[in-house]
């Protein structure tokens, strides 16, 4: 883990120091290199939880995480343009750089563990090579499917509400709209977390797409929008953080490093796509018609998961079933 975390915090801490100075051709050059070194915090951080948590409360956990990056959501956008305003862009950039090499540097002290001391000593029995053929089935490709629909659904929920509030002159209240969206995924994230048994991603993330569906329906009042956004948004955290307790179950200790690799290139698809997707949408149709087609895509991807959907990899003990 120390290795990795050190090149890319370094090559993240090069990059936010010097992308401020670059020419646009040399700034996109920069910003493709940094990308292939970029910190992965994520996937390590989820690695760390299925290591560290007991099994019985790893869905506890996976919701802590997704409640922590809901957060991150809600403060660092209002934060960067705080930065911009009163330091200015450059400094900012730089500023963004060392909270980077922080995050590493501090997992590079903390070093925490990727596997338990139970999997370790069974790599340790039967190697450290596990073969593909035992996970990546068609149920975990229809999983990523579902992960890379849920931030498709998400992103573009986002763009719809930012523009709904553009054609109403309602933009100072921005921020405050998607904070309190957010805050929905918080409330469901700390309630789903608190149940005694889990639901099947499927399950979570079909509801949410269905749920967008209607949301455009309202008209352009930004109010009457936040409350048709409750539904769904309360099944944001829920919905992601069950896609990783799946995973966690159903990859076996020595590939879940590329698993969760995996499932981290699915999140960054799913925003990736949605941005000209959706922006297609709002500048064709409206934005009504973008959280429709959204929501549709979310429903549609779960459909087609659904008859793959069964227990794969290996078999944990003690582990509950969440197929749907």
Request: proline letters at 6%; hydrophobic letters at 55%.
């Amino acid at each position: 883990l120390r290795p990795v975390v050190l090149v890319t915090s370094l090559a993240q801490l090069a990059f936010w120091a010097t992308a401020w100075a670059l020419p646009f051709p040399a700034l996109l050059a920069a910003t493709a290199l940094a990308g292939l070194l970029s910190l992965p915090l994520f996937s390590v951080i989820r690695q760390c939880i299925a290591a560290m948590v007991p099994l019985e409360q790893r869905r506890l956990g996976f919701s802590l995480d997704s409640m922590i990056i809901e957060v991150s959501y809600m403060t660092g956008p209002a934060l960067g343009v705080l930065g911009v305003t009163l330091i200015g862009s450059t400094w900012t950039m730089c500023v963004v750089g060392v909270g980077l090499v922080g995050a590493g540097a501090t997992l590079f002290v903390l070093n925490p563990p990727v596997r338990s001391a139970e999997e370790a000593r069974e790599i340790a029995k039967t190697g450290e090579r596990v073969s593909r053929r035992g996970w990546l089935t068609p149920a975990f490709v229809g999983l990523l499917g579902t992960v890379c629909a849920a931030t498709f659904v998400l992103t573009t929920t986002e763009l719809s509400l930012v523009a709904v509030m553009k054609q109403s002159g309602d933009t100072a209240w921005t921020g405050l709209a998607i904070g309190v969206w957010c805050a929905y995924s918080l409330l469901g994230g700390f309630v789903y977390g608190g149940l005694s048994r889990g639901f099947s991603p499927l399950l979570l993330i079909g509801a949410m797409g269905a749920l967008t569906i209607p949301v455009g329906l309202v008209g352009d009042d930004w109010r009457w929008l936040m409350v048709a956004l409750l539904p769904a948004g309360v099944l944001c955290a829920p919905g992601l953080s069950a896609t990783v307790d799946t995973l966690s179950r159903w990859v076996p200790a020595g590939a879940r490093g590329e698993a969760m690799g995996l499932h981290g290139t699915a999140l960054l698809i799913g925003g990736a796509a949605s941005a000209p997707m959706g922006g297609a949408l709002i500048d064709s149709w409206g934005p009504g018609w973008a959280f429709a087609v959204a929501g549709l895509v979310g429903v549609t991807m779960v459909l087609l998961a659904l008859p793959f959907w069964r227990r794969t990899g290996v078999q944990i003990e003690g582990s509950v079933p969440v197929s749907g």
